[in-house]
């Protein structure tokens, strides 16, 4: 029998007998896969035809050839042909079960953690083993497991690159004890040497009370992810509530308006289709009139023409005869009946239609703000600001409603200022004006969260904010004196806050000017005294039923009040 096949014939008994033969000898260095079309260089070593070509391909500038695992070199480039019993060998071990190199996803990268029993390439370990301070592939795993029963007792872990750092440093045994002077792992040479009288214990001991504590954190986390779980889960359902509610108020908006929109195409109709009417009427009046007349003067135009005829006739006898057969004239259409009137027949309509529109534009503008959206802050309010940049964030152009003041106040500024004279002013009746104290309104209304701030001279104000449906006469009237106004009262020598006509002695220091901050949807009202600094003066915590206004009382003749711009 050839000697190839008696070579053959034996591995294949080998591995028919389960001798394991190393896959690593029958596979390229460069691909790392079972050799295909083998071929050997001088110095022994195989490679793939395909591989070891384009290996030396790299080298031709060189001139010089090298052997990729000893680098030996040749010159010139070696003329390799196939090593036709190398090739016949790998293809009878790979019928005979020799398994093909490992999938490449089974050596151990650059961030793998690798068996320290392979040689050459290595293979990815599975598990590292805290007592030999190694770790092992699946292969050598196996082998360290049934070495002894002494191996099967070692406390195996996940793959680990740290195991060096289980070593002293200084006496290079494993660090078991644990230094809790020095909160550090240490062995046992270090805790009778310069852990001498430390507090030590073992590293597992020191481990079981560090996992309780962990446990306990652990807990406590878990317990505050439950809280905010709850939270979020509130959260949400605060976003849905506000998405339902502005859902339907959009839908509610819409047929409002379209209600609105019918109406007032409705009272359209029924004034074009009124003035049509009175149009034809009046027209067919004034034709038929007209035709009345038109009649009588074709009358009076033909008996003009007869009696003219008449006069012309030179017989005597003739004109006397027939001047009796003449018929009467018939009564004349009474200039009464024919009414001239100036050529403005529709204009009340067109006057009433324009007195409507104002007063609906004067309604909207003053009462849109309650119906527009107000802020929607769906956590929870934010805290109140700690310094006026922060304040000045939320600051409102406020303007003073000139149909609110007294006649004792006089508004300019662009109805920022109030002064109070000496005298009453000629103002128009209003049903909102205060008839009877010095006090005025902000023309829009506030919610959500504003600030603004006021500059105040004379002997005293009151810097309020107001319902709009306080009450407008009487002492009862006054700002902070009932349940629908919350006033600060300044003056020169002191501060007092009244609601509901009680007051509350405030201390801070004195200013011309005080800084108010509302937060109508957490039913939060803050006074501030404003200087170089800022100082609170007052709070208050209570819960707003309806939007509010800025209003202000003045003490007397010369007394003046103006809103701050403060952008």
């Not at 009244?498 to 957490?522: C, E, F, M």
Request: aromatic share 8%; charged share 25%.
């Amino acid at each position: 029998m050839p000697i190839l096949c008696l070579t053959i014939l034996s591995f294949s008994e080998m591995a028919q007998k389960g001798v394991q033969l190393d896959r690593e000898t029958f596979s390229c260095s460069i691909c790392l896969d079972l050799l295909k079309d083998p071929v050997t260089t001088s110095c022994g070593h195989s490679y793939c035809m395909k591989c070891i070509k384009g290996f030396w391909d790299g080298e031709d500038e060189k001139k010089i050839h090298s052997c990729p695992q000893c680098r030996q070199s040749f010159t010139p480039r070696p003329v390799l042909l196939k090593n036709t019993m190398l090739a016949a060998l790998v293809e009878e071990l790979k019928k005979t079960g020799l398994q093909a190199a490992p999938a490449d996803h089974c050596y151990a990268g650059a961030e793998d953690v690798a068996c320290d029993v392979c040689t050459g390439r290595k293979l990815r370990a599975c598990k590292s083993c805290l007592v030999c301070l190694a770790s092992y592939c699946e292969k050598h795993l196996q082998c360290h497991n049934e070495f002894n029963n002494v191996l099967k007792k070692h406390k195996l872990v996940e793959p680990s690159k740290k195991l060096q750092e289980n070593i002293c440093s200084r006496h290079d045994e494993v660090m078991k004890m644990f230094c809790r002077t020095d909160q550090q792992c240490i062995c046992y040479l270090c805790s009778v040497d310069e852990h001498k009288g430390h507090d030590t214990v073992s590293a597992a001991a020191e481990r079981t009370e560090r996992q309780r504590e962990l446990e306990g954190s652990r807990l406590n986390i878990q317990q505050r992810i439950q809280d905010r779980e709850k939270e979020v889960k509130l959260l949400q359902q605060e976003v849905e509530a506000v998405n339902g509610s502005a859902d339907k108020a959009v839908e509610d908006s819409e047929k409002m308006f379209t209600e609105l929109i019918r109406l007032m195409e409705k009272r359209s109709s029924d004034v074009k289709q009124q003035v049509r009417s009175q149009q034809k009427s009046e027209v067919s009046r004034v034709k038929e009139l007209q035709e009345k007349l038109e009649q009588e003067m074709a009358e009076l135009k033909r008996r003009d023409a007869e009696l003219k005829l008449l006069s012309h006739t030179e017989d005597h006898n003739q004109f006397l005869h027939s001047y009796p057969s003449l018929s009467a004239l018939s009564e004349p259409t009474h200039s009464s009946s024919i009414n001239i009137r100036p050529l403005s027949y529709f204009e009340d309509v067109t006057a009433a239609l324009s007195a409507v529109r104002d007063k609906l534009q004067d309604v909207l503008r003053e009462e849109w703000t309650n119906v527009s959206p107000t802020e929607v802050d769906v956590l929870l309010s934010a805290a109140e600001p700690t310094t006026r940049a922060g304040f000045l964030q939320y600051s409102q152009e406020i303007t003073l409603d000139p149909n609110t003041a007294h006649t004792l106040l006089v508004l300019s500024e662009g109805s920022r200022k109030a002064t109070c004279m000496g005298q009453h002013q000629s103002y128009s009746s209003h049903p909102d004006r205060f008839t009877v104290l010095p006090q005025v309104l902000s023309r829009g209304s506030l919610t959500g969260r504003c600030y603004w701030e006021v500059e105040w001279r004379g002997r005293g104000v009151f810097v309020a904010v107001a319902y709009k449906n306080i009450i407008r006469a009487g002492g009862e009237s006054l700002f902070g004196y009932n349940d629908k106004s919350w006033s600060l009262d300044c003056n020169q020598n002191s501060y007092s806050f009244r609601y509901n006509n009680i007051k509350t002695p405030v201390s801070g220091p004195q200013s011309s000017r005080v800084g108010v901050y509302l937060d109508h949807r957490a039913g939060i009202l803050s006074f501030y005294s404003i200087s170089e600094t800022m100082t609170l003066l007052h709070r208050v915590q209570t819960t707003f039923t309806q939007p509010l206004h800025a209003g202000v009382y003045l003490y007397g003749y010369g007394d003046t009040f103006e809103l701050c711009k403060l952008k």
